[in-house]
């Protein structure tokens, strides 16, 4: 009878535990394998990851639903179903999946096991209790946050022109940090006298300053939102008032991703503190008279609140700066320009070169009806993907099987690192070496699934792209399909950059379609040579 092939899998999050969690639960599902007589065959982990975040977006969690839905393995062994997901709904979605391609699910710690007849009820008891603990946990926290604020201490988020420091181990103390304080009360005494915030941004990029959180300064980080207090001009703290529970962060069920959401001024809690003041209370006042005065805010100040709002061009981000590789936007309501530049400052990219809006939009879009929709184009293009695909075709199984006997020696070294630290106990060395084994995994298991994927029939990519090409057409007669014209456009030029020569022609050079379909249908590495028909393009002012 042939062993039943098992993967293992492991996670931690909290600063309760540490990397040599991942270690135990590991040893501890192995055991269990040994005793079945199973053969292990994959190991996953995520560390650091909280149970929120969808394993589908962890990277070892997405690597297990890869082997899962390829039926690389025929049981599961986890610590306890937490280790996938402290939540309800996503657990049970996760483990009936799992369980309707025959998966085995068993649980070390929590006794869980696929085959028991009341694991139905066991399930959602458990995730009940899991989910309540996660609830239990951001509360006690947040109350626990609260009542260090009540206190004086920090109770997290630092503002640039401020740092931490032990408070004798009841906690942290927010106190002044003189180096950056400089800077914020330079940008206000800027901003009192008349200077714009891009005007600002541009000289502290100039002087090599640092942004608050490294790298350059951008129009937001100084005015963000007067409405919301984000940025640094509308910051109360550097009058010496102090604002906590302003916002909250939330986790989108769907993306996983986290974003601030606006609490009730009623929950807010506020303080003055006049030892935490950077800015004196003349500057102060000036800079918010000046912030309310709409007539005085510059081009720059509303276009990083317009920050968040949909494209209105037709290629604003969707072209690249030759110079710093950044979005080329609509600089003003004729011209394109380099963002960065618009933004940063030409300290951060050079390129102030524009071209205007209207004949950009119109030769581009003309490469795209006539010269990309051209049956010599077409026909062109068709020759290319046939290429491509033949050429992975024939050199594909070769990397294929050498791929598979990799992750094979991968699977025997991991284990041999496990049994090695349970034998020997914790060893940084040896964490180190079992993290970079698993870390080479991750990267040749996407490589084997990428070269395992099926290739796609030539006439499957033409179709696309003419398919394509009609939608365009339809979209672009219509303004009100803006966004999906966009995408459209996107797909089908891919990163266009924009360039002028000495003698002022500009040129407008992208990617081959042919490769840009054929990386769409999952394929990548084409090296495929532009021909015929899809030469880059040129125009003059």
């Not at 306890?80 to 070390?108: F, N, P, W």
Request: aromatic residues 6%; positive net charge.
């Amino acid at each position: 009878m042939t062993a039943l092939r098992v993967c293992l899998y492991a996670r931690y999050s909290t600063d309760k535990q540490r990397e040599s969690s991942i270690v135990d639960q590991l040893r501890g599902a192995r055991e269990r394998a040994e005793r079945e007589g199973w053969r292990v065959v994959a190991t996953h982990a995520d560390e650091g990851v909280s149970a929120s975040t969808p394993i589908a977006l962890r990277a070892g969690g997405k690597a297990l639903l890869a082997d899962a839905l390829a039926s690389r393995f025929d049981v599961l062994i986890v610590e306890g179903l937490d280790r996938l997901s402290r939540e309800v709904g996503e657990a049970e979605q996760v483990v009936k999946r799992l369980e309707h391609r025959q998966v085995r699910i068993i649980g070390t710690a929590d006794g869980y096991d696929t085959n028991s007849a009341g694991r139905k009820v066991m399930r959602i008891a458990r995730g009940m209790v899991n989910e309540l603990y996660l609830d239990d946990l951001r509360e006690k926290t947040h109350r626990g946050l609260a009542g260090q604020f009540d206190r004086g201490f920090s109770a997290g988020g630092r503002s640039y022109g401020y740092r931490t420091e032990d408070a004798g181990g009841h906690g942290r103390r927010s106190v002044i940090d003189e180096a950056e304080a400089v800077h914020v009360r330079w940008v206000f005494a800027c901003y009192s006298q008349g200077w714009s915030p891009a005007a600002i941004v541009h000289e502290l990029n100039r002087r090599g300053i640092p942004a608050p959180r490294g790298g350059t300064w951008a129009v937001s980080a100084i005015y963000g939102s007067a409405a919301r207090g984000l940025g640094l001009l509308n910051n109360e703290l550097y009058s010496g008032h102090l604002i906590w529970n302003r916002r909250q962060w939330l986790k989108d069920p769907e993306t996983g991703k986290r974003r601030y959401v606006d609490r009730p001024r009623s929950e807010w809690q506020e303080r003055e503190a006049p030892e935490l003041r950077i800015v004196d209370e003349e500057t102060w006042r000036l800079a918010r008279a000046r912030s309310s005065d709409q007539g005085l805010r510059g081009a720059g100040v509303a276009a990083a609140k317009r920050g968040g709002r949909p494209a209105r061009t037709l290629f604003g981000g969707l072209v690249r700066c030759p110079t710093c590789g950044g979005p080329v936007i609509a600089v003003n309501s004729t011209r394109y320009g380099c963002g960065v530049h618009k933004d940063r400052g030409p300290a951060v990219c050079a390129n102030a070169l524009t071209v205007g809006r209207d004949l950009l939009d119109k030769r581009l879009v003309t490469l795209v009806r006539e010269d990309l929709s051209s049956p010599a184009a077409v026909a062109e293009l068709q020759r290319q993907v046939a290429a491509v695909l033949g050429e992975r075709q024939r050199s594909g199984r070769a990397p294929a099987e050498a791929l598979r006997r990799r992750l094979e020696a991968l699977d025997v070294e991991i284990g041999r690192l496990v049994d090695a630290v349970v034998s020997m106990g914790h060893s940084d060395a040896l964490a180190r070496r079992l993290r970079a084994m698993e870390e080479e995994r991750k990267v040749v298991l996407g490589q084997a699934e990428m070269a395992a994927a099926p290739v796609p029939k030539v006439d499957n990519v033409v179709g696309r792209y003419k398919a394509m090409l009609l939608d365009l057409q339809a979209r672009l007669e219509r303004e009100d399909d803006r966004a999906r014209a966009r995408d459209l456009l996107s797909q089908l030029l891919g990163p266009v950059t924009v360039v002028r020569d000495d003698d002022g022609t500009w040129w407008a050079e992208m990617q081959n379609p042919a490769e840009q379909l054929a990386a769409a249908g999952g394929i990548s590495s084409l090296s495929v040579v532009a021909g015929a028909g899809f030469e880059p393009t040129t125009f003059g002012l």
